[in-house]
């Protein structure tokens, strides 16, 4: 709904987000797309406590497509659901495996969630996979939470009665607002990165960070807290009580068979 200024990097960005839609299009998806697994650390204990799900895709044309590319195109092409039911039942098929107090946390986009129908698909899928629903956390943003309120608080709703959980990841970068937050049925949120890198030389960062984790607490909701890189970072967060971490310090994301 705005002018914008049609510049050279614009023109590239859509022969370059042509080049992808057409190579998904195209794809064979069981076979050129996996997913790893990033390990998400109980901060007191140093347990993992679960695994979240990342897509990968080796296109035969294209090479590696990082997520952060090719979901989006996806999304904008309509056929982001295709990919999330391969992508589950992928994750699914390793979570089977894992031991019983194992979490897995599964991004989805605001498309997968938008109709009821793609719900009802998600769950299709979960009972099919014979992995318990208490085990699953589904990460949904702040975006789409927002945009698509009511059919996202359904959502949520649905997903939470079958028993999973729901967490609102990238918290703090999207168009939250509190009452909007409050007014969601989340388990969890999740603390975005950018608020996290070297929290303990920024002060600002760090105010945040705490006070984030103190309405997690207030409003009885998990909290994870992403891109935990170095140990000055974990340090400075350790103070600041319990909650879960996810990052390079622990572990970069892997392959099944690695974990
Ligand atoms: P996200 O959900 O916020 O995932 C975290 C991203 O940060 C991952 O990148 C992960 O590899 C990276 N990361 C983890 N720890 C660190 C750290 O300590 N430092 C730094 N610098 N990075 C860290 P990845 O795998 O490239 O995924 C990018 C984004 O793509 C994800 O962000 C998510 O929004 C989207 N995505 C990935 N897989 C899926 C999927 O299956 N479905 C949907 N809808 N979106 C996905
Ligand atoms: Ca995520
Ligand atoms: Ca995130």
């Known amino acids: 709904g705005n002018a914008v200024l049609f510049s050279t990097e614009h023109e590239a960005e859509i022969h370059r987000n042509g080049k992808i839609e057409r190579a998904l299009r195209?794809?064979?998806?069981?076979?050129?797309?996996?997913?790893?697994?990033?390990?998400?650390?109980?901060?007191?204990?140093?347990?993992?406590?679960?695994?979240?799900?990342?897509?990968r895709w080796n296109s035969p044309t294209l090479g590696h497509v990082s997520p952060d590319q090719f979901i989006p195109v996806a999304e904008r092409a309509g056929i982001v659901s295709r990919l999330m039911r391969v992508l589950l039942e992928k994750a699914l098929t390793e979570a089977a495996d894992w031991p019983d107090d194992i979490r897995l946390s599964f991004n989805v986009s605001n498309h997968d969630i938008n109709s009821s129908e793609g719900v009802i698909r998600i769950i299709g899928i979960i009972l099919k996979s014979g992995v318990d629903p208490r085990r699953i956390d589904f990460e949904i943003t702040e975006t789409a939470s927002m945009r698509?309120?009511?059919?996202?608080?359904?959502?949520?709703?649905?997903?939470?009665?079958?028993?999973?959980?729901?967490?609102?990841?990238?918290?703090?970068?999207g168009y939250s607002s509190l009452s909007q937050l409050h007014a969601l049925p989340l388990t969890k949120i999740k603390i975005d990165r950018s608020f996290v890198t070297e929290l303990h030389e920024r002060p600002a960062s760090y105010k945040i960070v705490k006070s984030l984790i103190a309405l997690s607490r207030d409003m009885g909701l998990g909290c994870v807290i992403e891109g935990v890189e170095t140990e000055n970072e974990l340090k400075a967060l350790l103070g600041l009580g319990g909650f879960e971490i996810k990052g390079y310090y622990y572990s970069p994301p892997w392959p099944a068979a690695e974990l």
């Open 26 to 55: 195209a794809a064979d998806l069981h076979k050129e797309l996996s997913v790893v697994f990033q390990p998400i650390v109980d901060a007191r204990t140093e347990k993992t406590v679960g695994f979240e799900a990342l897509a």
């Open 148 to 173: 698509y309120f009511e059919q996202a608080q359904s959502a949520i709703t649905t997903l939470k009665t079958f028993g999973c959980g729901v967490s609102l990841d990238d918290f703090g970068t």
